[in-house]
């Protein structure tokens, strides 16, 4: 089985262009799971289910982090749809 963490990631405009759930798919070899979205041109979220090996949705986590994304953990919270 997959382990999987649930994630509300926020970002600002400089952000909205790039294609960063490709870029930790290919970088970190996890598996995204959108939930629900909303991108508009001067912010965006999506809340995910990402998996994978723990050290590599760590390292995912970070790299988001690290561009500037905020990143909540919303494990036991129910994602439904």
Known sequence: MIEVD????SFPASLVP?????E????????P?????NVEGD???VILELGGPTEARTA?????????CTVDDMSG???AG
């Open 18 to 22: 790039r294609p960063l759930l490709y």
């Open 60 to 68: 995912a986590v970070a790299y988001l982090r690290g561009l500037g």
């Open 43 to 45: 912010h965006g979220w």
């Open 33 to 37: 799971n959108v939930r629900r979205a």
């Open 77 to 79: 919270d129910i994602v």
């Open 6 to 9: 649930r994630l509300y990631v």
């Open 24 to 31: 930790i798919t290919k970088e970190f070899d996890v598996i």
